[in-house]
Nanobody, 125 residues
Framework: QVQLVESGGGSVQAGGSLRLSCAASGDTANTKYMSWFRQTPEKEREGVACIFIGAGSTYYDDSVKGRFTISQNHAKNTIYLQINSLKPEDTALYYC??????????????????WGQGTQVTVSS
């Protein structure tokens, strides 16, 4: 089992920045990749960024490229999401997810074994 705990959300003005953290604990040795998703009451959960733990390869949704940066700290079993130039449409509950298997496109929620509880990001104009 892997436990994921997100932190770093908050309320910010448009144009501001936030750094979200996701700390993993438990049986993390088999984790293949981790991602950030976000969800609002009006939209389905969508993947915004992914990092492959071994190679460090990163992937982003087109809507966030250039503004979001996903990174990892192996020693702390933590991934981060740096969000710059925040927009009101970035308002959402942001989730961290981890997968122990390959073969499913990173944006598909069914590819993940473990999910955190989420951290809220609210951006005001």
């Amino acid at each position: 089992q892997v436990q994921l705990v997100e932190s770093g959300g908050g309320s910010v003005q448009a144009g501001g920045s936030l750094r979200l953290s996701c700390a993993a604990s438990g049986d993390t040795a088999n984790t293949k990749y981790m991602s950030w998703f976000r969800q609002t009451p009006e939209k389905e959960r969508e993947g915004v960024a992914c990092i492959f733990i071994g190679a460090g390869s990163t992937y982003y949704d087109d809507s966030v490229k250039g503004r979001f940066t996903i990174s990892q700290n192996h020693a702390k079993n933590t991934i981060y999401l740096q969000i710059n130039s925040l927009k009101p449409e970035d308002t959402a509950l942001y989730y961290c997810a981890a997968s122990t298997r390959f073969g499913v496109y990173w944006k598909y929620t069914n590819g993940y074994n473990y999910w955190g509880q989420g951290t809220q990001v609210t951006v005001s104009s």
